[in-house]
């Protein structure tokens, strides 16, 4: 028999991969492997990512482990409190807390200004005052009592005044306070800050000692709050946060806004462990030009009409999620008001040329304002209601005291149902 002949042209590669010599089950075999191949590639890439993860986590471990055992149980509290992303180290701009500690220099503040302001336009003072919580009127807190310490209770004991008296500031600053365009009507409710927190989202972190920078509104609100103390929340750990503002009256050219805030200060520093001060609320109003050129008149206090008013949360050990201490108390004062309408920091003569501020006797010039007549208006109370409202809706449903709610129970034949309260129902210090 005569052998098969190789038939290839000498010097041409002979084509092993022909799809059309292969056999169909090749061709199947083939097609197979590459599904496989790739349904394994698929697969692989969750399981690399959780490979990665699980080493992640292990190091984060170990790095933990190593910290408890170099820091103690305290002194790793101290550092998560420092180590923003969690990630067990410090970079720089998380250890800037404690170098300004260990060196007593601190930077001014970066506030990221979103309301621009006329430098030339009006100003006006604000003055801080100020009385101290009544530690008697704290409920359980006394020193040696439920383990409470004497270091605990330091930041509260310690502040006794504002920490700046009187400041100035642009009347343009109070922009902040202006209804949005289009939300003009009397009586319209808007948030300045709106909430970020719901049933849905939790809270935020207890092991904290700085606020964080404050941006658009906040920045107004945190240069207001400081004047009380240097470290004040302007949004709060728990709901409801934030805050409102409601027209109550309005004329030609003035607005007169009712607002409430709900924020929050830290007492403590390093080393005692955190202390909240929370206010069951911030209340206030302001008469002011509608283009915010001109403030007439500007109160923000915490209202005193309540037996307690304040709350107070502090850790008391190394765990963020244990050993809170919880007290509510009175405190009888704490307000800003201006000393006056805010008056030009520039004036011109009739002929637009600049003069000083003081007239020939040296004595400061005199201004006469015009009075203003509301052309609409509603009553404080109500402007408050419609902000409480906004803040708890629950509020739609009228509570009364105790006796009044059986006394109209009875007059007009309903069902009510009673509800004993520690504190008030509708701020922040239940």
């Known amino acids: 028999m005569a052998a098969d002949v190789d038939k290839t042209p000498a010097g041409e590669p002979k084509d092993d991969h022909n799809e059309d010599c292969a056999t169909p089950s090749s061709r199947r075999a083939r097609s197979r492997f590459k599904q496989l191949s790739s349904l394994f590639l698929i697969a692989a890439v ?12 292990v190091q984060l471990v170990k790095r933990h482990e190593a910290g408890l055992k170099a820091l103690g149980a305290d002194g790793l509290f101290f550092f998560s409190s420092l180590d923003a992303d969690h990630d067990l180290y410090l970079s720089p701009e998380e250890f800037k807390p404690i170098a300004e500690k260990l060196t007593g220099v601190a930077p001014p503040p970066e506030f990221e200004e979103e309301i621009p302001h006329d430098p030339n336009g009006e100003t006006l003072t604000l003055n801080a005052k100020m009385q101290p919580l009544l530690l008697e009127s704290m409920t359980k807190s006394k020193d040696g009592f439920l383990g409470v310490s004497h270091s605990s209770l330091s930041g ?25 365009s289009g939300k003009v009507s009397l009586g319209d409710t808007w948030w300045i800050i709106p909430s970020e927190l719901n049933i849905f989202t939790g809270y935020l972190p207890n092991n904290r000692y700085h606020p ?7 920045v107004l609100i945190h240069s207001l709050l400081s004047m009380f103390h240097p470290r004040p ?11 409102v503002a409601c027209i109550r009256a309005a004329s030609d050219f003035y607005y007169d806004i009712v607002f409430r805030i709900h924020a929050e200060f830290q007492l403590n520093d390093v080393p005692d462990f955190p202390f909240w001060f929370t206010p069951g609320q911030f209340a206030g109003n302001i008469i002011l030009s509608k283009d915010a050129s001109h403030i007439r008149e500007f109160h923000l206090y915490v209202p005193n009409d309540k037996s307690l008013n304040v709350d ?7 765990s963020e999620s244990s050993n809170m201490e919880v007290d509510i108390g009175y405190l009888p004062q704490m307000e800003l008001r201006t000393e006056g309408p805010s008056t030009p920091s520039v004036i011109y003569d009739e002929q637009g040329n600049k003069i000083d501020s003081r007239g020939e006797g040296g004595e400061p010039i005199q201004f006469v304002f ?11 109370e109500e402007a408050s209601r419609r902000l409480e409202v906004t803040m708890y809706p629950f509020k739609k449903v009228p509570y009364l005291p105790f006796s009044e709610a ?18 008030a129902l509708d701020d922040q210090s239940c």
């Open 46 to 57: 969750p399981l690399i990512g959780f490979c990665i993860k699980y080493y992640q986590d």
């Open 370 to 380: 015009e009075e203003i007549v509301w052309s609409e208006e509603l009553s404080r």
């Open 406 to 423: 059986f006394s109209r129970a009875d007059a007009e034949k309903k069902l009510v149902h009673s509800i004993l309260l520690w504190g």
């Open 312 to 318: 107070m949360e502090w850790l008391y050990g190394a």
């Open 212 to 218: 964080p920078t404050p941006r658009g509104k906040e």
């Open 156 to 180: 509260l004991r310690s502040w006794k005044r504002p920490a700046v008296p009187s400041s100035t500031f642009y009347a343009s600053q109070f922009k902040a306070f202006l209804p949005p």
């Open 233 to 243: 929340f302007v949004k709060t750990r728990f709901a409801s946060q934030g805050a």
